[in-house]
């Protein structure tokens, strides 16, 4: 059966490039990099030259790069480890953040007491910036975080981080920012953006699963998250993930090399979805800052209400369509989304969250609406191909 794989946003297909790069690791490279011997001085300079690469795709110096098991964990790691190491008492963040987020700051909030700020957010998902400077101009005697993601995962709204970045110097707080579904897909560079922390994950540009990075300022020095054998320069205990970790660096490697062409690319097959969805439906929506400073891999529709919108997930995926009803971490499930709560949006409406790499063709687009066409019936205009 032909399926089309439109949820890049919650795990992107692992290159065949990428494959490549892991399989001498599997295979012969075995060693363990705490190891002084050949074997494992061998294995422990991939990992040396993956952080090279890594670094040097955020604007960071080496020593500053950490690597972990993927996102949710470096995640915690930076808010955990500011308020255990840095005196922080105060968290600024969203509602809309992702889960990993959100229940790490309420973990911190319900077990040191530390006094969380949720910013509010528009319509469009977008956090109040006037908002964001009073909590600032109110935390100047208190230690405090900022955690804010740079592009939400469910509905694509986009942060000015340039903006937050300044304004956290101006009021000499912390930044962490989660940026999990930009990295490899924006160019970063912290030299220019100063931050406290950065989260990455290689599966969300065509990496290995369970393997990630944390970029760690050091002007804001944490003490292990993990304790055990003094890996990751003590800061994160464990075995290190080798193959991971070499499948990670040349994911980001192609990710910044090609990013100029990707882009195009996928900017052109969002344009094509939207416009073949607007041409065959009537009142179909847009969720997020869709047509502003959004996050081009993705596409939150909003469907009018329907007594088919229960299942209009299950239907796409019976027809051969991959899609998600909100976050990646509820892909599958039909539950309410927090972050489509937020923005206000008609719970009577359904959202499908679209989400693309380079991989996908124009050729799929035309194949989901045709299917969407079919499920959809008495919303389909008449007339159209």
């Known amino acids: 059966m032909h399926r089309v794989y439109f949820d890049n946003?919650?795990?992107?297909?692992?290159s065949e490039e990428v494959i490549q790069a892991m399989l001498p690791v599997l295979r012969e490279q075995y060693g363990n990099p705490s190891s002084i011997h050949a074997e494992g001085r061998q294995v422990r300079a991939l990992i040396e030259t993956a952080r090279k690469t890594v670094a040097r795709g955020i604007g960071a110096s080496i020593a500053d790069v950490f690597f972990t098991s993927g996102g949710t964990e470096s995640n915690n790691m930076a808010i955990k480890c500011a308020v255990r190491d840095l005196g922080v008492r105060r968290i600024i963040s969203s509602p809309t953040e992702h889960h990993c987020g959100l229940h790490t700051i309420e973990t911190v909030e319900?077990?040191?007491?530390v006094e969380v700020v949720w910013l509010p957010v528009d319509d469009r998902g977008?956090?109040?910036?006037?908002?964001?400077?009073?909590?600032?101009?109110?935390?100047q005697n208190t230690k405090t975080l900022v955690s804010l993601m740079h592009a939400n995962n469910e509905i694509g709204t986009m942060l000015d981080i340039d903006r937050v970045a300044a304004l956290c110097r101006q009021y000499d707080a912390?930044?962490?920012?989660?940026?999990v579904q930009t990295i490899g897909h924006f160019a970063w560079d912290v030299g220019?953006?100063?931050?406290?922390?950065l989260s990455g994950a290689a599966h969300?540009?065509?990496?290995?699963?369970g393997v990630g990075f944390i970029y760690i300022n050091p002007d804001n020095p944490v003490h292990p998250f993990l304790d055990g054998g003094g890996q990751e320069r003590n800061m994160r205990g464990g075995t290190e993930n080798v193959y991971g970790i070499v499948g990670l660096a040349k994911?980001?490697?192609l990710a910044v090399a090609e990013m100029e062409t990707r882009t195009a690319h996928i900017l052109d097959i969002r344009r094509h979805l939207m416009a073949r969805l607007l041409e065959s439906f009537a009142d179909i929506r847009f969720n997020g800052d869709y047509d502003g400073h959004c996050l081009y891999t993705v596409l939150s529709v909003s469907f009018p209400p329907s007594p088919k919108n229960e299942l209009l997930l299950l239907s796409l995926d019976i027809a051969g369509v991959s899609a998600s009803g909100g976050?990646?971490?509820t892909s599958g499930a039909e539950k309410g989304s927090h972050v489509l709560a937020a923005i206000g949006a008609d719970p009577d409406r359904k959202s499908i969250r679209f989400s693309f790499s380079h991989y996908n063709t124009r050729e799929e687009v035309d194949f989901v609406v045709e299917k969407l066409r079919a499920i959809l019936p008495a919303q389909a205009l008449a007339g159209v191909v």
Not at 126 to 139: F, G
Not at 174 to 179: A, E, G, N, Q, R
Not at 192 to 197: A, C, L, R
């Open 327 to 329: 976050s990646a971490c």
């Open 251 to 253: 994911a980001l490697e």
């Open 9 to 14: 946003a919650a795990t992107t297909p692992i």
């Open 192 to 197: 220019k953006t100063p931050v406290s922390f």
């Open 204 to 209: 969300k540009f065509h990496g290995p699963k």
């Open 110 to 113: 319900r077990e040191s007491g």
């Open 174 to 179: 912390l930044l962490h920012t989660d940026s």
């Open 126 to 139: 977008c956090v109040d910036m006037e908002a964001l400077e009073q909590a600032l101009a109110d935390s």
